[in-house]
């Protein structure tokens, strides 16, 4: 079976010339090939992007019997464990994200807010006129101190660091070694693969102690962590999870939470920053406590500049997808980032206007930062959440310029789009008047900011 036209010449040129500018890559293909089109990366082997939205909802809501997204992350196990949810697929996954699901949801991410305003306030306080800061490594911080206290419940800031190093240092393992087993093997404490390994058990040690000194707590039934909800859920079997269930699902929440919503939040800085009348818009908006700007400013950064360009489906059988019979075996793209720039879709699309937000909803599956269907993003009510109190506070308590004429370049980092040099900033002043309003609130006054 013919696959989609797309991109010929050599793999490797291919590839170098998506990981140097993703975007423009892909709209260029889509542009030229149509909403369905095969590229061929580098240590992926083919893959159909689809730009259709009728297919793509098919994709996330249809029959999902021959499409599994796992077993693509399966790479990811040495450091996220067999029991992740990212690399499981039926049943097993299903069990596990139904597990997952409520701590995300509803009431439990207003008590999330109040984690993510105070590590936010303590994170830009710290910021001194003159300095010069890379924003994605400040948002970083900030994400990982969200997840340690919302999600693994630790409080004291010496646990906090000790785990950020502990789980840094696992997290930031090269693609490469964990591809390649040979390279993975321990040979002693001096070879890739011995460090590797020590690291992973330093980690696990610190997430296993979290674990049974919640399991030991008196107080469980009176925290709402993420950890002490997983301590108490049940399956339908009326099963708990193991500790090494909850160790993998602990260090996929932070793989997959910490550094995507940072990511996203540099980006976000790195339009207004560019851009006056958005900021001076997006500046009232934190001034007067109105969230729901805020959270569109989010929303539109993150059409613009999905963290994820597609999400990833393989074919168990042979199937039809927007016209075109795919053989079993295809990796199917789900292209977020081009549903996202379609102008049957979006008004003048390539404009930044998170106004176009505030007029109500999209229509459906137009925007689709967070995926869909049974895989959709179990984080994506903490990352909005996160992304509406960190603009806040910034936005509220100082002035940031960007320190190159020119938007940092968006690269391919790992599987994620980023920015090139994480949005560099310098800090110009502290705005006189700290305090943002209270979310929801309104106080017009806080917004008369004046140079320190
Ligand atoms: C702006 C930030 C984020 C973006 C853009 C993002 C995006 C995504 C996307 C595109 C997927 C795949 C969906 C699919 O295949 O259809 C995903 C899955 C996932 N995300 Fe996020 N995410 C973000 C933040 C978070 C956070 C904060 C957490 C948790 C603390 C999280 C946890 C997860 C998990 C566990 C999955 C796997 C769900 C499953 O396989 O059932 N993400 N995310």
Same mark, same amino acid.
């Given at each position: 079976?013919?696959?989609?036209?797309?991109?010929?010449?050599?793999?490797?040129?291919?590839?170098?010339?998506?990981?140097?500018?993703?975007?423009?890559?892909?709209?260029?293909?889509?542009?030229?090939?149509?909403?369905?089109?095969?590229?061929?990366?580098?240590?992926?082997?083919?893959?159909?992007?689809?730009?259709?939205?009728?297919?793509?909802?098919?994709?996330?809501?249809?029959?999902?019997?021959?499409?599994?997204?796992?077993?693509?992350?399966?790479?990811?196990?040495?450091?996220?464990?067999?029991?992740?949810?990212?690399?499981?697929?039926?049943?097993?996954?299903?069990?596990?994200?139904?597990?997952?699901?409520?701590?995300?949801?509803?009431?439990?991410?207003?008590?999330?807010?109040?984690?993510?305003?105070?590590?936010?306030?303590?994170?830009?306080?710290?910021?001194?006129?003159?300095?010069?800061?890379?924003?994605?490594?400040?948002?970083?911080?900030?994400?990982?101190?969200?997840?340690?206290?919302?999600?693994?419940?630790?409080?004291?800031?010496?646990?906090?660091?000790?785990?950020?190093?502990?789980?840094?240092?696992?997290?930031?393992?090269?693609?490469?070694?964990?591809?390649?087993?040979?390279?993975?093997?321990?040979?002693?404490?001096?070879?890739?693969?011995?460090?590797?390994?020590?690291?992973?058990?330093?980690?696990?040690?610190?997430?296993?102690?979290?674990?049974?000194?919640?399991?030991?707590?008196?107080?469980?039934?009176?925290?709402?962590?993420?950890?002490?909800?997983?301590?108490?859920?049940?399956?339908?079997?009326?099963?708990?999870?193991?500790?090494?269930?909850?160790?993998?699902?602990?260090?996929?929440?932070?793989?997959?939470?910490?550094?995507?919503? &940072?990511? %996203? #939040?540099?980006?976000?800085?790195?339009? =207004?920053?560019? @851009? /006056?009348? *958005?900021?001076?818009?997006? $500046?009232? +908006?934190?001034?007067?406590?109105?969230?729901?700007?805020?959270?569109?400013?989010?929303?539109?950064?993150?059409?613009?500049?999905?963290?994820?360009?597609?999400?990833?489906?393989?074919?168990?059988?042979?199937?039809?997808?927007?016209?075109?019979?795919?053989?079993?075996?295809?990796?199917?793209?789900? &292209?977020? %980032? #081009?549903?996202?720039?379609?102008?049957? =879709?979006?008004? @003048? /699309?390539? *404009?930044?206007?998170?106004? $176009?937000? +505030?007029?109500?909803?999209?229509?459906?599956?137009?925007?689709?930062?967070?995926?869909?269907?049974?895989?959709?993003?179990?984080?994506?009510?903490?990352?909005?959440?996160?992304?509406?109190?960190?603009?806040?506070?910034?936005?509220?308590?100082?002035?940031?310029?960007?320190?190159?004429?020119?938007?940092?370049?968006?690269?391919?980092?790992?599987?994620?789009?980023?920015?090139? @040099?994480?949005?560099?900033?310098?800090?110009? $002043?502290?705005?006189?008047?700290?305090?943002?309003?209270?979310?929801?609130?309104?106080?017009?006054?806080?917004?008369?900011?004046?140079?320190?």
């Amino acid at each position: 079976m013919p696959l989609p036209p797309g991109p010929r010449g050599p793999v490797a040129v291919v590839s170098a010339r998506f990981a140097h500018r993703p975007l423009d890559r892909l709209v260029q293909w889509h542009r030229r090939y149509g909403d369905v089109f095969t590229v061929r990366l580098l240590g992926f082997g083919p893959g159909v992007y689809v730009a259709d939205p009728d297919a793509v909802r098919q994709l996330f809501t249809g029959d999902q019997s021959d499409l599994l997204a796992g077993e693509a992350n399966s790479v990811l196990i040495p450091v996220l464990g067999e029991h992740s949810v990212l690399v499981l697929d039926g049943p097993r996954h299903l069990r596990q994200r139904k597990l997952l699901l409520p701590p995300f949801q509803g009431p439990r991410v207003a008590g999330f807010r109040e984690i993510i305003r105070d590590a936010a306030e303590r994170e830009v306080d710290r910021w001194r006129p003159g300095d010069e800061l890379v924003l994605r490594e400040r948002m970083r911080a900030v994400g990982f101190e969200v997840i340690c206290r919302a999600v693994f419940g630790v409080r004291e800031p010496a646990r906090v660091e000790a785990l950020r190093v502990a789980l840094s240092a696992v997290l930031d393992t090269s693609a490469l070694l964990l591809a390649d087993e040979r390279l993975r093997a321990d040979h002693g404490r001096f070879s890739p693969g011995g460090r590797f390994a020590r690291r992973l058990a330093v980690a696990d040690r610190l997430v296993h102690a979290e674990i049974a000194e919640r399991r030991r707590a008196g107080d469980l039934d009176a925290r709402d962590d993420v950890l002490s909800l997983l301590l108490r859920a049940r399956d339908e079997d009326g099963q708990a999870l193991s500790d090494a269930e909850l160790r993998d699902e602990l260090v996929t929440l932070l793989a997959a939470g910490h550094e995507t919503t &940072a990511t %996203a #939040l540099a980006f976000a800085f790195e339009f =207004l920053l560019r @851009d /006056p009348a *958005a900021l001076a818009r997006a $500046r009232a +908006a934190a001034a007067d406590g109105d969230d729901a700007h805020l959270e569109a400013v989010g929303r539109e950064t993150l059409r613009l500049r999905p963290v994820l360009d597609a999400t990833e489906r393989t074919l168990t059988r042979p199937r039809e997808v927007a016209g075109f019979e795919l053989p079993a075996g295809v990796r199917v793209y789900p &292209a977020i %980032a #081009l549903i996202h720039r379609r102008p049957d =879709l979006h008004d @003048d /699309p390539l *404009a930044f206007r998170p106004e $176009r937000f +505030a007029a109500g909803e999209t229509p459906p599956y137009s925007w689709l930062p967070f995926g869909g269907g049974i895989r959709r993003c179990i984080g994506a009510p903490l990352a909005q959440a996160e992304i509406v109190e960190v603009l806040r506070v910034a936005l509220s308590r100082v002035e940031l310029l960007p320190r190159t004429a020119r938007p940092d370049p968006v690269v391919l980092r790992g599987i994620t789009i980023a920015p090139r @040099d994480g949005v560099r900033v310098r800090v110009v $002043r502290r705005l006189s008047r700290p305090r943002a309003a209270a979310p929801g609130g309104s106080s017009r006054s806080s917004s008369s900011a004046a140079p320190r």
